[in-house]
């Protein structure tokens, strides 16, 4: 871990390479009047609006919902299987049915899903006297459940250090989360323009005072977005997991789930502050955890280590070392897919369109993990074997 002091509040980052941009949001971050302790930059830090991704922001006495991100309650949950191999031409058929069942992209749903399924709506948010967004995209919502979404968001099938085949996957709050984002973000500018907040605007982290009532509907807003994340997560993994067991004979352990975008009370250094995690995950001691690589690349079951320095706090991924247009621009794509075919991985790179999310438009997962050797520590390293990207 490293830091930076020139700021109000002193920024400790554990990489050895930050994007002038990311830094540039940091130091933001570090000299809001309202910042608590210090920023802790996570080893997949990149630069996102208003607030870097891979960041960890505590403050005292206000929510910014910037800092948790249009993505909320977005998170990771995996499976361990009981089998110890799986045939490629199943695994193949197996894909083939997965995406005939999730749809990916912006892609929805032909029909509402069951609303047992989704998370309990409380009856207040239909009479309350505010315009919520949950209660108005409830229906809408029903559509995307069960949906992977696009971005780095992906189904995949991998082989663990522990000899078993496991399952990965990772995806959001869908559009339900970027609405209640959007509009508590534009909410939280106009109140700061009123109030005349000394946080510059073009900074992108406008606010809410945690004892007014805006707070306290955007944070139940956003808890019902990562209950609503969570669900989808579940079904998706749910349906993932039947179809394994029509071709094969296996059984399934409890899911693992956790979450990266997200604001909470937590106690830190002896005070309750409001901890955002944007592209970050908690990682108490002793609690498991789900770090992703990128596709074609490992991924980490961890445990963690309760490190006070980062609140508690580890990556979420690998993190970005190429912007998508960047990417795309940059990359080659023959050797990009040479690259994956070589390790017998079932992907979906098929045009320069799809360079965005190849693995070297990521930073490399295994540097990602020995920077952050003080904050988890690996439990079962997973090796990719079959992919499905957003």
């Given at each position: ?45 990149h630069q996102g609006y208003g607030m870097p991704i891979g960041g960890v922001l505590a403050t005292k ?320 390293k997973l090796q990719p074997l079959a992919v499905i990207k957003g």
């Amino acid at each position: 871990m490293k830091q930076i002091s020139s700021e109000k509040r002193p920024i400790k980052i554990w990489t050895d390479y930050i994007e002038e941009g990311a830094l540039k949001q940091a130091k933001h971050l570090a000299n809001l009047p309202f910042t608590y302790k210090h920023v802790a930059l996570m080893p997949d830090v990149h630069q996102g609006y208003g607030m870097p991704i891979g960041g960890v922001l505590a403050t005292k006495g206000v929510i910014i919902p910037n800092a948790v991100g249009s993505d909320i309650g977005c998170g990771m949950c995996a499976i361990k299987t009981s089998l110890i191999e799986i045939d490629k031409k199943i695994l193949e058929k197996v894909i083939k049915e997965v995406k005939q069942v999730i749809p990916v992209g912006k892609k929805s749903h032909k029909e509402k899903q069951d609303k047992n399924l989704m998370p309990k709506l409380d009856p207040y948010y239909f009479y309350c006297d505010f315009d919520n967004i949950v209660a108005n995209e409830f229906e809408n919502a029903l559509y995307q459940l069960g949906t992977l979404g696009g971005g780095n968001h992906f189904c995949e099938f991998q082989k663990g250090s522990d000899n078993h085949i496991w399952i990965m996957i990772h995806s959001g709050s869908r559009n339900l989360g970027n609405k209640v984002a959007r509009y508590y973000n534009d909410l939280a500018v106009k109140f700061n323009e009123r109030w005349f907040s000394q946080v510059p605007k073009e900074w992108e982290l406008a606010f809410l005072p945690s004892g007014t009532k805006e707070a306290q509907i955007y944070f139940d807003e956003m808890s019902y977005c990562i209950q609503y994340a969570f669900q989808n997560r579940k079904l998706m993994m749910n349906r993932v997991c039947e179809i394994l067991e029509k071709y094969t004979k296996c059984s399934f352990e409890p899911m693992i789930n956790i979450a990266h975008n997200y604001v909470a009370l937590e106690n830190h250094f002896g005070k309750n502050v409001w901890v955002h995690r944007k592209g970050a995950t908690q990682a108490k001691k002793g609690q498991i955890g789900i770090i992703p690589g990128s596709q074609g690349t490992n991924s980490y079951i961890v445990e963690g280590l309760g490190n006070p320095e980062s609140f508690l706090s580890c990556s979420h991924g690998a993190g970005r070392i190429l912007g998508r247009k960047q990417a795309k621009k940059e990359l080659d794509l023959k050797k990009e897919i040479n690259n994956l075919n070589k390790k017998g991985i079932i992907h979906f790179i098929k045009t320069k369109e799809d360079l965005d999310e190849a693995p070297s438009a990521y930073k490399n997962i295994d540097k990602v993990m020995e920077n952050q050797k003080d904050l988890v520590k690996p439990v079962v390293k997973l090796q990719p074997l079959a992919v499905i990207k957003g």
